[in-house]
């Protein structure tokens, strides 16, 4: 939804900017390991990395029983049904479907200068998405 959004405020000239992936996938719990060069490993960064490359697509969120675990007494996903997703006929995680409005994702886009959410040290990079930076 997101993407998509921010994908349809791009000019012509800037559509190598939309970001493309089949989708997100998430795990979470014990044992992720972060090697000297930034790199994840461990079981539960392999799980949410399979969701997302190989089971997800069309942008979709799928999740584990672990990540249910953690949200699904939470009021903000109260009008969401949780779907089982399978891959070759056996259960994988879930996806979600809205009933109604889910506070939980409201978003705005915000402006690339918006340093609210970003390091200093990246806003550089953030720059070429201002719609009136030379891209050239």
């Keep these: 939804m997101v993407l998509a959004d921010y994908a349809n405020s791009l000019e012509k000239e800037r559509d190598h900017f939309k970001v493309k992936l089949n989708g997100v996938g998430l795990d979470c719990?014990?044992?992720?390991?972060?090697?000297?060069?930034?790199?994840c490993h461990g079981e539960v960064f392999n799980k949410a990395y399979h969701l997302g490359e190989d089971v997800c697509e069309k942008g979709s969120i799928i999740f584990t029983d672990n990540v249910l675990e953690k949200i699904k007494d939470n009021p903000s996903f109260e009008n969401v049904n949780f779907i089982n997703v399978e891959e070759d006929g056996e259960f994988v995680g879930y996806r979600f479907e809205l009933d109604g409005k889910m506070d939980a994702l409201n978003y705005e886009l915000v402006h690339p200068s918006h340093d609210k959410h970003l390091p200093e040290d990246l806003l550089f990079f953030a720059a070429r998405h201002d719609p009136t930076s030379d891209i050239k």
């Design 29 to 39: 719990g014990k044992g992720v390991i972060i090697d000297a060069l930034g790199v």
